[in-house]
C-alpha cells in the first residue's frame, strides 16, 4: 500500500473528519540515466556548499529565503506550519459548488482521502451528502511545504482531493490567437460542419478508460533492444525528415479528408462490434459436464446450453 503523505482532517462548518492523504496517481516512466556524450559516462550530481566547496550531506540541507542580495533567512519545517497552521493539518472546505461547475484547465492532481481513526461515520456522512446534493467542496491547504486550492470530490466508496490551480496561475486566452466564434468568420461552411458532426458521432462512444493503454514504454523498449541488438549502444540516432513536412506545404481539402475519415471509421464500427462480441461469449462460461448430462445426453446438451448462453450475452 502507497504511504501517507499528509495526516490532518477535513473541515467544513464546525464539523472535522480526521483523514490521511495517499497519492491517487502512480508513474510507469522508464528511468533514463544522464551521460556524457564524449565518452557515454554517467553523469552525477553534487550538492555542494558555495562558499568552501565542500559536498553537503542531505541531513545538513535546509530551505532559505534570499531575502537580500546573498542574505538568507532559514526555514525549518514548523516555519512552515506556523505559516498558516489551520491549513497546515486540515483541509478547509469553505464552500460548496456544482459538481460540474469547476472547468477542467483548473484540475490538477488526484489524491485519495481514507478516513482516519473513529472518522468513519462523518466520512460517511459528508461523502453521501455531496453526492446527493450533487456539490463538491472546495477549500484550501498546505501539503508538506505547499498552499493548494483543492475540491474534495465524492468517487464511489472514497473522497478524493483533486488539487486545483488558482485563477493566476492559468494564462489567459488573449495571451494567444484562436478562430473566431462565429464559424462564418473562421471560413467553415455548413457542408463541412455536417460532415464534422457526422464524423463525431460515428466516433462517439462510452467512456471507458481501460480502452486506452500507455504504450510508449513498450515501443521505448522496443526501440531500445533494436539498438542492441544492432551494436548501436554508443550510436546517436540523427534525425529523419519528417514526411508531414511536406503534407503541411500542400493546400488541404478539408472536405476531402472529413469524407475520408467518414469513411475509414465506418469500416472500422464492424469490427469493434464484433471483436466486443467475441469477448462477450469469451467471458460467458461454459456449461459444466455434469449439468449437461442431467439435461440428455451429453452431445445434445453441449451443443444447446453454450449456444443459449451466447444468445442472452
Same mark, same amino acid.
Given at each position: 500500500?502507497?504511504?501517507?503523505?499528509?495526516?490532518?482532517t477535513?473541515?467544513?462548518?464546525?464539523?472535522?473528519?480526521?483523514?490521511?492523504?495517499?497519492?491517487?496517481?502512480?508513474?510507469?516512466?522508464?528511468?533514463?540515466?544522464?551521460?556524457?556524450?564524449?565518452?557515454?559516462?554517467?553523469?552525477?550530481?553534487k550538492?555542494?556548499n558555495?562558499?568552501?566547496?565542500?559536498?553537503?550531506?542531505?541531513?545538513?540541507?535546509?530551505?532559505?529565503?534570499?531575502?537580500?542580495?546573498?542574505?538568507?533567512?532559514?526555514?525549518?519545517?514548523?516555519d512552515? %506550519?506556523?505559516?498558516?497552521?489551520?491549513?497546515?493539518?486540515? #483541509?478547509? +472546505?469553505? !464552500?460548496?459548488?456544482?459538481?460540474n461547475? &469547476?472547468? $477542467?484547465?483548473?484540475?490538477?492532481?488526484?489524491?485519495?482521502?481514507?478516513?482516519?481513526?473513529?472518522?468513519?461515520?462523518?466520512?460517511?456522512?459528508?461523502?453521501?451528502?455531496? %453526492?446527493?446534493?450533487?456539490?463538491?467542496?472546495?477549500?484550501? #491547504?498546505? +501539503?508538506? !511545504?505547499?498552499?493548494?486550492?483543492a475540491? &474534495?470530490? $465524492?468517487?464511489?466508496?472514497?473522497l478524493?482531493?483533486?488539487?486545483?490551480?488558482?485563477?493566476?496561475?492559468?494564462?489567459?486566452?488573449?495571451?494567444?490567437?484562436?478562430?473566431?466564434?462565429?464559424?462564418?468568420?473562421?471560413?467553415?461552411?455548413?457542408?463541412?460542419?455536417?460532415?464534422?458532426?457526422?464524423?463525431?458521432?460515428?466516433?462517439?462512444?462510452?467512456?471507458?478508460?481501460?480502452?486506452?493503454?500507455?504504450?510508449?514504454?513498450?515501443?521505448?523498449?522496443?526501440?531500445?533492444?533494436?539498438?542492441?541488438?544492432?551494436?548501436?549502444?554508443?550510436?546517436?540516432?540523427?534525425?529523419?525528415?519528417?514526411?508531414?513536412?511536406?503534407?503541411?506545404?500542400q493546400?488541404?481539402?478539408?472536405?476531402?479528408?472529413?469524407?475520408?475519415?467518414?469513411?475509414?471509421?465506418?469500416?472500422?464500427?464492424?469490427?469493434?462490434?464484433?471483436?466486443?462480441?467475441?469477448?462477450?461469449?469469451?467471458?460467458?462460461?461454459?456449461?459444466?459436464?455434469?449439468?449437461?448430462?442431467?439435461?440428455?445426453?451429453?452431445?445434445a446438451?453441449?451443443?444447446?446450453?453454450?449456444?443459449?448462453?451466447?444468445?442472452?450475452?
Open positions: 500500500m502507497a504511504r501517507a503523505i499528509w495526516k490532518g477535513i473541515s467544513f462548518g464546525l464539523v472535522n473528519v480526521p483523514v490521511e492523504l495517499y497519492p491517487a496517481s502512480q508513474s510507469h516512466s522508464l528511468s533514463f540515466s544522464m551521460l556524457d556524450k564524449r565518452d557515454f559516462s554517467p553523469v552525477g550530481y550538492r555542494y558555495k562558499t568552501t566547496g565542500a559536498e553537503v550531506p542531505w541531513n545538513d540541507i535546509v530551505k532559505g529565503y534570499e531575502y537580500e542580495k546573498d542574505q538568507f533567512v532559514v526555514m525549518s519545517e514548523e512552515f %506550519r506556523r505559516a498558516n497552521v489551520q491549513q497546515a493539518k486540515s #483541509v478547509e +472546505i469553505s !464552500t460548496f459548488v456544482d459538481a461547475s &469547476v472547468p $477542467p484547465q483548473y484540475f490538477e492532481t488526484p489524491y485519495y482521502l481514507v478516513p482516519g481513526e473513529r472518522g468513519q461515520k462523518v466520512y460517511a456522512l459528508l461523502r453521501e451528502t455531496m %453526492r446527493t446534493t450533487g456539490k463538491i467542496g472546495v477549500g484550501q #491547504v498546505v +501539503i508538506r !511545504t505547499s498552499h493548494h486550492l475540491a &474534495v470530490i $465524492p468517487v464511489g466508496e472514497a478524493m482531493m483533486i488539487t486545483l490551480r488558482y485563477a493566476k496561475e492559468l494564462r489567459a486566452e488573449k495571451e494567444f490567437d484562436f478562430p473566431p466564434m462565429s464559424l462564418k468568420s473562421a471560413g467553415v461552411t455548413p457542408k463541412e460542419l455536417d460532415l464534422a458532426k457526422k464524423l463525431i458521432e460515428d466516433m462517439a462512444g462510452e467512456w471507458d478508460p481501460n480502452e486506452f493503454e500507455d504504450t510508449y514504454n513498450e515501443d521505448l523498449l522496443q526501440r531500445i533492444e533494436e539498438k542492441v541488438k544492432r551494436g548501436e549502444t554508443k550510436v546517436l540516432t540523427k534525425p529523419e525528415g519528417e514526411a508531414g513536412e511536406a503534407r503541411s506545404a493546400v488541404i481539402d478539408l472536405m476531402e479528408l472529413l469524407k475520408r475519415s467518414i469513411d475509414k471509421t465506418a469500416t472500422r464500427a464492424p469490427k469493434r462490434a464484433a471483436a466486443a462480441e467475441q469477448e462477450e461469449e469469451e467471458e460467458a462460461p461454459a456449461a459444466p459436464a455434469a449439468r449437461a448430462r442431467k439435461a440428455g445426453t451429453a452431445k446438451a453441449a451443443e444447446r446450453k453454450p449456444a443459449a448462453r451466447r444468445k442472452r450475452a
